[in-house]
């Protein structure tokens, strides 16, 4: 018997949702009526009090009305294999990452149910292929989905990677066998999978290498927040403690949760905010205390969330164009720059790297070369920006590099491996 079945791309950007009912495949179903594309919610939770809770485009809407005060949760997903972060207050209440990441899941499983009249205990979750480059931290992320989806209601639940998600949607394309090498690009991870993929039923052998890293979109993005933008929120601040003669400077690891958007609630922690108070006390110079001052009112009047979604559109400018003007407007946060494609290829060289990595160990544990790779199936934004496109256009010729639409062909193949499970038990 083919049980009802929820097909969850929990996204580090967007979700979707789709299902298995009575048996047959529902794609992507409507989820967010604020959205431009309602099958697409973002994965956003917006909580202007300890009680009440936003979720998707709306949040952002009210986090707006409500003159963006209380909390407004971004990228979340990426904390997972992150042992340190067990949490966070959200008025007087302490909410556990797995009860952040549950809450998130459970409207998911609430729309769905809605929208079908019906209730599930099912699940296919896709996941990265690799949460974290540590083995220890990889199971612990794993473990706290599984956590999360219990806490969701569901009583059942698989977990897929992703890229081989997006293989099993373009398997429904191809007349002939195939060897594929998939490359999926979310927010928080860059995935690779390599199969081989016929018309016939899929086999769990037919997979010949899963492999990853949590490198993406939010990766690029942070770029232009640590090579330049932090610069005017004290990154290079001076400072002398009391009764000491060294000249110290704002130290890295605070200026690291600021270049990343999941990582900023870090610095509202007493221990940490507290140290930036001091900081600006002794500073030397008086731009020093100025540029913390911005840092403070980046904090408090959270703007962080506005101030990287100026930057995201930046760095898709820069996929069109040679340059691109950043402007962000709120008051005592003025910033005004121009960047240029060379700057930021060269700032994310190590990101690109340590993403093709990952491709070269699918490749080496699949045991091919890259004339033995059929086609190069990519989905996903990062895809489109051109340092990482023209990597596998050079590596694989621009016939064999093939797109989809990439929010949608993820959650295609985790409805496919839905139904297929149920059909075959694997």
Known sequence: MIHDTLAIDFGTSHSLVGAIVDGKPIEAI???????????????????????????????KAYIDNDMEGRLFRSFKSHLPNQNYLGTMVGKRILSLENLVGTFLLELKKRA??????????????????????????????????KAAEFAGFKNVSFVPEPLAAALEYRKEIKEPKTLLIG????????????????????????????????AGDALDSVFMSERLNQSFGAKSLYKLPLSENILEMPKPIMERLNKPAHIVHLKEPETYNFIKQVQKCSLRPQDSSQIQRLFTLIEDIQI???????????????????????????????????????????????????????????????????????????????????????????????????????????SGLVEYALESRRTGF
């Open 305 to 411: 969330f506005s101030f990287f979604e100026e930057i995201e559109k930046t760095k898709k400018i820069l996929s069109e164009k040679e340059t691109a003007k950043f402007r962000f407007v709120y008051p005592d946060l003025e910033t005004e720059d121009v960047f240029s494609r060379h700057e930021f290829e060269k700032w994310a060289e190590k990101v690109k790297t340590d993403i093709f990595a990952a491709m070269n160990r699918a490749l080496e544990s699949a045991g091919l070369k890259d004339n033995q790779v059929d086609v190069v199936f990519l989905t996903g934004g990062t895809a489109y920006v051109p340092f990482i496109r023209k990597v596998f256009v050079d590596r694989f010729g621009h016939d064999r590099v093939k797109d989809k639409k990439f929010f949608h062909s993820v959650l």
């Open 184 to 215: 999926d690009f979310g927010g928080g991870t860059s995935d690779f999978t390599v199969l081989k993929v016929s018309p016939g039923s899929f086999q769990p052998k037919d997979v010949l290498a899963v492999e990853g890293c949590p490198l």
């Open 113 to 146: 149910e809605k929208y079908f009249g019906r209730s599930f205990d099912s699940a296919v979750l896709g996941r990265p292929a690799r949460y974290s480059m540590d083995e220890v931290a990889e199971g612990f992320a794993l473990h706290r989905m599984q």
């Open 30 to 60: 409507s989820l967010d009526p604020y959205s431009t594309d309602p099958t697409l919610m973002r994965t956003l939770l917006y909580f202007p009090d300890g009680e009440t809770c936003f979720y998707g485009a709306e949040a952002i």
